[in-house]
């Protein structure tokens, strides 16, 4: 049941983005009536990709030997940049670095195509593309959505791998000793923004806590007067068949007597 539920999922994410939103509610629907609420809920919460998501979730399953290759780059990657920032040799990070480029530039053109057959493709959105298969290469948590064809929104682009300490020298030898230079520190406005960011998501997220637990106080409040409803029906019916039952042995007894 549980795998079967996994495949649709899948399916919804495969379909036409315009057609996401009208199946995901059917699919919810269609489990809450076979009785699978949590699955239901679960549907229910699947957030519609962005345009940007929706091409790498297309090109997963267009492209799943690419996507591959992409994600066992990066694993490559991460390798040869620990071994260089350890004092290891330098090349081979340099090698698959440059590796990284051409393919990500060459997914993010078939991604392209894929917009282009669905209506149309901006700058903006190939961009997001690219940046969200470069932290394909770095993220381990990205790579597995990128895998499994189930983004929901683009991944910003990850920070370079210089930035973590380590500088490649132009005309080194594969063997010479990486220099290790300070972490650069965000700018102020950087950071603001960011602040900024953080503080109208914290914002948005309080309202949805704070929606959903007057929906909930709201449920209780209905079925406490629901209950009390009850109880009075039921005192109604007692006092109704009481009545009844002292009519039917009144008559009983009339006809007993005439």
Do not use: C
């Not at 076979?34 to 809920?41: E, K, L, N, P, V």
């Not at 690419?66 to 260089?84: C, T």
């Not at 290790?180 to 914290?202: G, I, N, Q």
């Not at 949805?208 to 029906?233: M, N, P, T, W």
């Amino acid at each position: 049941m549980a795998d079967r539920l996994e495949e649709r999922i899948d399916e919804l994410y495969a379909l036409p983005l315009e057609r996401f939103t009208t199946e995901r509610d059917a699919l919810a629907k269609e489990l809450a009536a076979g009785g699978d609420r949590d699955g239901s809920a679960r549907v229910k919460s699947l957030r519609k990709p962005v345009v940007a998501a929706w091409a790498v979730n297309v090109l997963a399953r267009d492209d799943p030997d690419g996507i591959r290759e992409l994600i066992e780059l990066g694993e490559r990657l991460r390798s040869a940049h620990r071994r260089a920032v350890s004092g290891g040799d330098v090349e081979p990070f340099r090698s698959v670095t440059e590796e990284r480029r051409r393919l990500v530039k060459d997914l993010t053109r078939e991604a392209g195509a894929i917009l282009q057959r669905a209506g149309g493709a901006t700058a903006v959105t190939v961009d997001a593309i690219a940046g969200t298969l470069e932290a394909a290469t770095v993220d381990e948590e990205t790579a597995e959505l990128v895998r499994a064809g189930r983004l929901t929104k683009p991944v910003r682009p990850p920070a370079t791998f210089a930035a973590t300490g380590l500088q490649v020298l132009e005309g080194s030898s594969s063997r010479s000793e990486p220099e290790e230079v300070p972490k650069p520190t965000p700018d102020r406005s950087k950071l603001r923004r960011e602040l900024a960011a953080a503080e109208t998501r914290e914002r948005r997220a309080a309202a949805a806590v704070e929606r959903e637990r007057r929906a909930i106080e709201g449920l209780d409040r209905k079925r406490s007067e629901a209950k009390d409803r009850l109880r009075a029906a039921e005192a109604e019916l007692r006092g109704v068949s009481l009545e009844r039952k002292r009519l039917a042995s009144a008559l009983a007894k009339r006809d007993e007597h005439p």
